[in-house]
């Protein structure tokens, strides 16, 4: 039995031509990473309860980077390219809260179901030397099907009417900011 394909000095062993006919009928992977902000803005509760407020990617000067087109910038969302395990990272540094502030939520929602999340809670709220609050982030990784969204939002929960600014994502001021790449 022959243990190599062909008759000349390219010759293949017949494991590695084996080895790689296995992967041919694999399709490539699609390159895939979104980076977006938010503009600076006042988040407000009306009333006591809590209001969601989707504000990432919400125009072209937010998205920094769409490498795969999978931003869908009308919903403020990201479409999986393909199935698989995606990493993402989330954060958000508010400028000023409000007086009846008791919480704020970063989530992370896979098609309406919560992929991640990170809870603050604020009795008092910190500052930095600068005299601005501290930015709040977490990172996930999360699996998700082939036309899959996920939606970054900020929770906002609140024991009567609260105004509460969130500072500019711009590229130049990383401090509201969502990132998602695949992982595989």
């Known amino acids: 039995m022959a243990t190599n394909i062909g008759t000349g000095p390219q010759d293949i062993p017949l494991n590695q031509f084996l080895g790689e006919m296995a992967f041919m009928d694999q399709p490539p992977r699609k390159k895939c990473y979104v ?4 503009p600076g803005q006042s988040l407000v509760n009306s009333g006591s309860g809590t209001t969601t407020n989707n504000i990432y990617g919400s125009s072209s000067t937010y998205v920094f980077a769409d490498l795969g087109g999978d931003w869908d910038i009308t919903n403020r969302r990201f479409i999986a390219p393909q199935t698989g395990v995606y990493q993402f990272n989330m954060g958000c540094r508010f400028s000023g809260y409000g007086i009846n502030l008791t919480y704020i939520y970063m989530t992370a ?35 998700m099907l082939e036309g899959d969204s996920i939606t970054p939002s900020i929770r906002i929960t609140s024991s009567g009417s609260s105004t509460n600014t969130v500072d500019s994502g711009l590229q130049s001021q990383n401090d509201t900011f969502f990132d998602i790449y695949y992982v595989g």
Do not use: C, I, K, M
């Open 109 to 143: 929602y896979v098609d309406n179901y919560r992929a991640g999340g990170q809870r603050v809670h604020l009795w008092s709220p910190e500052t930095d030397s600068g005299g601005t609050y501290r930015p709040h982030s977490f990172s996930g990784a999360v699996y």
């Open 35 to 38: 980076a977006v902000g938010a």
